[in-house]
């Protein structure tokens, strides 16, 4: 494909009639006919119609809360299904973050006005509905008993936090994508209680190397590629088989592979030195100098200072780590680069890591990612809410949203619910409740509860609580989480890939950084499309950053970025990518793009204490994530930001030790009693 025809319109102006296409009957006709109720009824039962209507009402910007309120649908409405949404922007959705933004900003109590009181009153108040909130309130119902009155608060239109559900539909087949948190990775490391909490809802990770087709992709004979763009390299080009990383599961780069590189000739000579030749680049330096000196020393100075590359290396391995550190190789350290595969360290005389996480593969992943966990623990929660019982049925059950938040449950679960603030009433110290206040539909409501879980993004919680101690704000304050998109694109069938020869793409020049088939992986009813006729979910990775920076600048710069770039701005990457990449094999963007949805997390991953940035030998205990994490009053804090790892178990670590901190206040409460309720009373065990 030309530049010319690239830039001009990869298939954008298609889209009305791609979507006549797919839904035209059921669209068109339930509209017209029926008016917008009717509409929504056959929305109920044909979900991937809400697409259409969705965007002829709002666009892809819209928020979708926005949409359903317009026709008088909320969460307690049947019609009520954000998974089904496609087409639009989705994660940090519109109608999530902006009381957020005025809070912090100290614009929101300006104009905000009185609360109203609920008159509700709750054992635990949990703020943020991710694994971790919604882990509080198991790990609470646990110990305080199955009586304990519960409420869970998120400002997303769905649970789950990271770990979102995208649903998709070919020809009445459901197809499942995971807009966020994607596997359980390492389940072999995780503590007690977290791999305790998946076997409790019934979750037995080795099912997976059942149920995780390993051989599907190698049984086509694709393989990893690298795909040089136009723009950044002069030239399109897919080189199957030129794997940059070298973990166990890749061959090694062939030499004339690198010679095909659209890079100069003194780099592919750099790279192949890299590559095949073992020499130490860090002469003379003991094994403790060598490790400070490559974990103070970013990979991109260690290849051009110490290795001496050309340049061009440095473009090759610029976005390689971003799916794990969100930033490239200018911002993280040549010794975390050693353990990813990089190359340049064979003849650095240093000991090998020893790596948990290498023991066990890749594998342990539903369709839909770690949405099956936020899903089981919301069916355990609130029985009703989802039927079935097994890790199996989880995958293709469907959420009755309205049974979420019912007056007659113990555990209530509120979502488009931003929290506002969170105040004890009365001193801290001595309060035996806690006054929540959220925004719903522009109002605000206060709720009252015993206790009080911030299980939300940790830097907003000196925004909820302005009345903790300044120490602890600052600590809070300290992280910057990590900003990615995980855009799920489905496609009309994947023979392209096969002709190709490849199942997983790594762009360093391109808009998404890596683009991928899906895991194989068939469970319960739920199949995977593994035969290549089959429309397909395409995952792409984008992290948007600002290289040379220090990384929260980055984070911050990235951030800045996803708030403020439009649904049309991906789909046009998307479609003018997909078209480059795949066209050789036949790929079509007009044709052969189904549906979009972007799952946009400019508050992505928790900080993870790069330590190129980081000072060294700081005590654990001293982390800001440590400090900053300390009960205030009734209230006790969680979220994987805690814990300064971005990961599930770390979430549920959490989760378990607020819930802990809780019972451990509430034993030595002078009543020991919360004149909320007695069912956590007559259960805590008392210390
Ligand atoms: C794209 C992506 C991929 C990931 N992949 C993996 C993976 O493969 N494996 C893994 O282990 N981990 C992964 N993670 C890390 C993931 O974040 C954790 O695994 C885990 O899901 C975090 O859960 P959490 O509950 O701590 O936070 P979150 O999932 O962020 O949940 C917090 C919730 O609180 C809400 N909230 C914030 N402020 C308020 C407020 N004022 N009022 C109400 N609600 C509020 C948030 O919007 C959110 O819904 C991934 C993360 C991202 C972003």
């Not at 039962?45 to 259409?52: D, R």
């Not at 009185?114 to 694994?131: K, M, N, R, S």
């Not at 910057?480 to 069938?493: G, S």
Request: glycine fraction near 8%; charged fraction near 20%; charge should be positive.
């Amino acid at each position: 494909m030309s530049r010319k025809t690239r830039d001009r319109d990869p298939g954008m102006g298609c889209k009305i009639t791609r979507r006549d296409f797919l839904n035209g009957v059921a669209v068109g006709a339930g509209m017209g006919l029926l008016g917008a109720r009717g509409a929504l009824a056959d929305l109920a039962t044909h979900p991937e119609a809400m697409t259409s209507a969705l965007q002829s009402e709002k666009g892809a910007d819209a928020s979708a809360q926005e949409y359903f309120l317009s026709k008088g649908v909320n969460q307690k409405d049947a019609n009520y299904y954000p998974p089904g949404l496609t087409d639009m922007m989705r994660g940090s959705h519109p109608g999530s973050f902006e009381a957020a933004h005025l809070l912090r900003d100290h614009r929101f109590w300006k104009s905000a006005g009185a609360p109203q009181d609920t008159h509700e009153t709750y054992d635990l108040v949990v703020v943020g509905g991710g694994i971790s909130g919604l882990a509080a309130g198991y790990f609470f119902r646990q110990f305080a008993g199955q009586d304990a009155r519960i409420l869970i608060l998120d400002n997303h239109d769905d649970f789950g936090g990271h770990a979102k559900r995208n649903e998709f539909h070919a020809n009445g087949r459901l197809l499942l994508g995971y807009g966020g948190t994607q596997s359980i990775e390492a389940p072999g490391t995780y503590s007690p209680q977290a791999i305790g909490l998946l076997r409790d809802l019934g979750i037995d990770v080795s099912r997976f190397y059942r149920y995780f087709d390993r051989n599907l992709y190698s049984s086509l004979g694709l393989k990893p590629s690298v795909f040089f763009d136009k723009e950044s390299f002069g030239t399109d080009r897919l080189l199957v088989g030129a794997a940059v990383q070298f973990s166990d599961d890749t061959e090694p780069l062939p030499g004339s592979r690198i010679h095909e590189m659209p890079i100069a000739p003194a780099a592919q000579q750099d790279l192949l030195r890299l590559i095949r030749e073992s020499i130490n680049y860090l002469p003379g330096l003991t094994p403790e100098q060598l490790r400070t000196r490559l974990i103070k020393t970013s990979y991109k100075g260690f290849l051009l200072q110490d290795a001496k590359v050309h340049p061009d290396v440095v473009k090759v391995y610029q976005k390689a780590p971003h799916d794990l550190y969100c930033v490239g190789i200018d911002a993280v350290s040549a010794l975390s680069c050693r353990y990813m595969g990089f190359p340049g360290f064979k003849g650095i005389p240093m000991e090998e890591r020893r790596r948990e996480e290498k023991e066990e593969p890749y594998i342990f992943h539903f369709p839909d990612g770690n949405a099956s966990i936020a899903r089981m623990l919301v069916r355990s929660l609130i029985p009703g809410s989802i039927p079935g019982r097994t890790m199996e049925d989880i995958v293709t059950a469907r959420v009755s949203y309205p049974r979420l938040d019912r007056s007659d449950s113990r555990v209530r679960l509120r979502l488009n619910s931003p929290v506002v603030r969170a105040r004890h009433r009365g001193d801290p110290q001595t309060a035996k409740t806690v006054d929540v206040t959220y925004l719903q539909n522009g109002k605000l409501y206060t709720v009252q509860g015993g206790y009080c879980v911030m299980a939300c993004y940790n830097c907003m919680a000196p925004y909820l609580c302005p009345e903790m101690p300044t120490w602890q704000k600052e600590a809070l304050a300290y992280a910057v989480k990590e900003p990615l998109v995980y855009t799920n694109v489905q496609i009309r069938n994947w023979t392209a890939f096969q002709k190709l020869g490849t199942d997983n793409v790594y762009c360093p020049g391109s808009y998404f950084s890596n683009v991928d088939l899906d895991f194989p992986v068939s469970l319960g009813s739920y199949r995977f499309p593994s035969s290549p006729s089959e429309s397909c979910v395409l995952h792409l990775l984008r992290t948007p950053c600002m290289p040379g920076l220090p990384c929260k600048e980055q984070y911050r710069a990235g951030r800045m970025e996803l708030y403020t770039t439009p649904f049309s701005t991906f789909e046009h990457n998307i479609r003018a990518q997909l078209g480059a990449i795949l066209g050789p094999g036949g790929f079509d963007p007009v044709r052969d793009i189904v549906a979009i949805t972007v799952n946009r997390w400019p508050h992505g991953y928790a900080y993870e204490y790069n330590p190129l940035f980081e000072p060294l030998g700081r005590p654990a205990s001293e982390r800001p994530c440590v400090i900053g994490r300390k009960p205030f009053g009734r209230i006790t804090i969680a979220n994987s930001d805690s814990a300064g790892r971005a990961y599930t178990n770390a979430a549920i670590d959490q989760a378990y030790r607020a819930i802990q901190e809780t019972m451990a206040m509430h034993a030595k409460s002078e009543s020991g009693n919360s004149p909320v309720s007695s069912a956590i009373a007559s259960s805590l065990p008392r210390v």
